[in-house]
């Protein structure tokens, strides 16, 4: 049993939650990651995993609010293994 929420096999991420606390919308954090907005939607709907490199870089964007882990259920990164 995985400890995140699934919308069918695909799990809820935590970018939704980041996005509504900041209060950003998706496009305005699309713009400053430099990541195409439907991807921004797909992830924050739980349509889609990211690849490593997007989730790497949402965050570092987000300063580790939102983890590698948390959009790649099962992923350890160097950090988040410790």
């Given at each position: ?17 980041y996005l509504k606390r900041e209060h950003e919308t ?57």
């Amino acid at each position: 049993m995985t400890p995140y929420p699934t919308v069918g096999k695909v799990p809820i991420v935590q970018l939704a939650a980041y996005l509504k606390r900041e209060h950003e919308t998706e496009a305005e954090f699309a713009r400053r990651a430099g990541i195409p907005q439907q991807t921004i939607n797909r992830l924050c709907r739980g349509e889609s995993v990211p690849r490593t490199d997007t989730a790497v870089l949402i965050e570092d964007v987000t300063e580790g609010a939102v983890r590698v882990r948390d959009l790649i259920p099962g992923h350890a990164t160097a950090a988040g293994a410790a």
